[in-house]
């Protein structure tokens, strides 16, 4: 930024010509204008470097990571959307990206792709994670997997978890929707989220235990204990438990089944003498002590641990043990008092980052924001979020503030009590808005070339259809995209879509991307549907057995059926 710019100065030569300032760098990866990054400055010197003697321009175009088919597929795309009227630097032959890695050996799964599904009623965030879990899934199945050349042994192996990582613009609800879709799906997920540490089931769990202990008359906090793997009943048991007491307490419904000596009344009793007994140990023991004997004594802590990412879950029990330990070396102390405060905490909408535990050999499918991943490089890169429109909130604010063009407010008529805009605030708010679309081209562009063998671009789009008719009208006669519509783009898929349309037609060799509109019946179904379904299909087996039997046996099968208590009107009660 111009700070930084004036700094750099005041400690280095102020002549150029013989200065001693050395500067590298990518302005197509300058993606934190948020933290008022200038790349005007880096472009400015860009350009003078080119054309006078102050100063030496070295272009450093090899590339080191990736593919021939991930640099060739990103060159594809950017030679048509960007160029200094749009994106602030032309991509020319000078900014293409060159092979400089000649140790990949030749493959045929290794084309970028491009993977496009129509928004329909369903949930948009919902749906373009089930399309990533099912692209997923292919490459990773054990019949006809995705093969990663792996340089140090120099041969293919068979693609893991640990080699895919998905990006996102943003954090929030859509990152969190790609980790309920991946559970869902029983794909191991890994999410370095800003929240989400008290949705997490483990503590859920732990906090329902808590509060059970504290006061077992809440009964949502003691159904799910039961129901837990703590306790292990199942919703046919706490099913019996509430029929035992319609109107009392669950808690009261319990101690009465308790009373019976049944298989469900000795798990019951035996539950309920241990939640006694942890009663009694919390009033004798620190906060932190008796959450660290509870994780001993129901193995619950280990029981996590063997789950899909068990680390993480294991950590974010600790950190429930930590916080414990910190509330009470405060000064406070007291169960009650703790679980006054987590809940405070809830109703005011704040939260805990979940804790982080991952190894650089968990073999989870990473999800980070596309800013986190600067620097990084994965295997298999799939960018998600293609249609997902660009955040335009600065640019409809009451005050517009721009660092070229000043302020600018609306005009307001105090006696007619009208609102217009003005002419500079329609300037700030087209300027703006032009350096926000360069911005989400540069973050597109630092997004795509994360990966070293496997691009996979995805969006959910309203009417694809309509969509992909208006993306192919495109002119054929000028390499790049007509500027109104790159300037005109809502979302990423209004340059990636059109350039890989047009692609196929541009490009005198074979087509380097794979283009894939996804049917909703392509879509592999959960887990849990899948075993229902299995479920049902032997139910539907055995409904079909060909088997006549005998008369008087259907009729005592019948009868039995059919049987009704003669004396149903002595149990009435008055």
């Known amino acids: 930024n111009e700070v930084q710019e004036r700094i750099l100065r005041l400690v280095s030569k102020s002549d150029e010509a013989t200065g001693n300032l050395f500067m590298v760098g990518d302005v197509k990866q300058s993606i934190y204008k948020f933290r008022h990054a200038e790349p005007g400055l880096f472009l400015n010197k860009f350009k003078r470097f080119q054309q006078t003697e102050v100063g030496t321009r070295i ?26 009227a749009v994106g602030e630097i032309d991509y020319d032959e000078a900014a293409y990206l060159r092979l400089g890695n ?17 928004q329909t009623d369903t949930n948009k965030e919902e749906l373009e994670a089930q399309v990533i879990a099912t692209r997923i899934i292919e490459m990773v199945n054990d019949e006809n997997p995705y ?32 980790v309920d879709v991946f559970e869902q799906y029983e794909l191991p997920v890994y999410a370095d989220t800003t929240g989400g540490y008290f949705q997490a089931t483990e503590i859920q769990i732990m906090m329902s235990l808590l509060k059970t202990i504290d006061n077992p008359l809440q009964d949502i906090p003691f159904a ?29 419904a319990a101690i009465l089944v308790a009373k019976e000596q049944t298989p469900l009344g000795l798990r019951v009793d035996e539950a309920l003498n241990q939640l006694h007994h942890w009663r009694t140990e919390a009033r004798g023991k620190s906060l932190a002590s008796l959450i660290r004997s509870l994780f001993d004594q129901t193995g619950y802590f280990e029981y996590v641990g063997c789950l899909n990412g068990g680390r993480s879950r294991q950590a ?23 679980l006054r405060l987590i809940h405070r905490l809830v109703e005011r909408g704040e939260d805990f980052s979940e804790a982080r535990s991952l190894g650089e050999d968990e073999d989870v499918v990473r999800i980070m924001t596309i800013h986190q991943s600067k620097g990084l490089e994965f295997p298999v890169t799939i960018v998600s979020q293609l249609g997902k429109q660009f955040n335009k ?34 300037v700030i708010r087209r300027e703006m808005d032009r350096e926000m679309k360069a911005e989400e081209m540069r973050v597109l562009y630092v997004a795509m070339t994360r990966a070293k063998e496997k691009l996979i671009l995805v969006g959910a789009i309203k ?52 283009f894939r509109v996804i049917a909703l019946d392509e879509i592999a179904p959960y887990q849990e549907l899948t075993k229902m379904v299995e479920q049902l299909e032997h139910v539907r087996v055995l409904e079909k057995i060909d088997h006549a039997g005998d008369e008087t046996l259907n ?20």
């Open 59 to 84: 272009d450093l175009t090899k590339n080191f990571r990736s593919r021939l088919e991930v640099l060739d597929g990103t060159n594809h795309i950017f030679r048509q959307v960007m160029d200094e």
């Open 102 to 118: 000649l140790g990949y050996v030749d493959s045929t799964q290794v084309d970028p792709e491009l993977l496009l599904v129509d």
């Open 147 to 178: 093969l990663v050349f792996d340089a140090k042994q120099k041969r293919f192996r068979k693609c893991e978890y640990r080699d895919i990582v998905v990006l996102v613009r943003s954090r929030g609800k859509r990152v969190q929707a790609l």
């Open 224 to 252: 799910s204990v039961l129901r837990s793997p703590i306790f292990g009943l199942t919703d046919r048991d706490l099913g019996r438990i509430r029929a035992k007491s319609k109107d009392g307490s669950f808690y009261e």
């Open 316 to 338: 974010n029990l600790n950190a429930l043990y930590e916080r414990a330990h910190q509330y009470e070396a405060s000064g406070y102390r007291g169960l009650y008092r703790f």
């Open 393 to 426: 909130q600065d640019q409809i604010q009451a005050i517009q503030l721009h660092k070229t063009y000043g302020i600018a407010l609306d005009a307001i008529d105090p006696v007619k009590r009208l609102r217009s805009g003005t002419l500079l605030k329609e």
């Open 463 to 514: 009417g694809l259809e309509d969509q992909l008719i208006k993306w192919q009208d495109q002119p054929l006669d000028e390499l790049l995209l007509p500027e109104m519509d790159r300037r005109n783009a809502k979302a990423y898929a209004d340059w990636v879509v059109p350039a890989v349309l047009r692609n196929f037609l541009l490009s005198e060799e074979e087509p380097r991307w794979s």
């Open 555 to 574: 009729a005592e099968i019948e009868a039995a059926f059919a049987y009704q208590y003669p004396y149903q009107v002595a149990t009435d009660t008055a």
